[in-house]
């Protein structure tokens, strides 16, 4: 599941929320298949969109679960190849960066995160799942980070 979440922005104190949803793909669908997914959902996002940026997040490996970083790097090419096409920036934050931009914390919880990209687009409701704000959390930290407005 590739979560994303797009947001318009003036600068911190006027950030809209405009769309945010997740790509699933089915696991028992090959690789090639599952990416081809992905690019396609991507490509139909960018078109209608035409965000300015892209911002992932900086991929991150633990020496117990390596297979999991590697079908991650292939997720993040897939959008690091869209960027490229659709000449959109291509900007990527750490957690902890995102984090700390997003919450003043760069170990907040993924509850911490969620409650707080709430808060920031004014949402009634909590975006879920975490994939989902995890993804408006990216788009609000390049806000701040890059001092948008």
Known sequence: MTGYGLIEA???ERMK???????KTSSGDGISRRLAEIHENLT????????????L??????YKHPTTAILM???????????????VRLVSYSATRTKKAVTGN???????????????LNLNTLPEPFDVSDALAMAI???YI???G
């Open 106 to 120: 760069g170990r907040a919880s993924k509850h911490q995160v969620q409650s707080m990209v709430a808060s920031l």
């Open 10 to 12: 003036g600068g911190p």
């Open 57 to 62: 997040e900086k991929l991150y490996s633990h």
């Open 44 to 55: 139909d996002i960018i078109t209608e969109h035409r965000p300015a940026v892209l911002v």
């Open 73 to 87: 790097g292939h997720a993040r090419s897939i959008a690091c190849l869209g960027c490229g096409i659709n000449n």
């Open 17 to 23: 929320f405009v769309e945010a949803g997740v790509i």
């Open 141 to 143: 930290s390049y806000v």
């Open 146 to 148: 890059e001092g948008v």
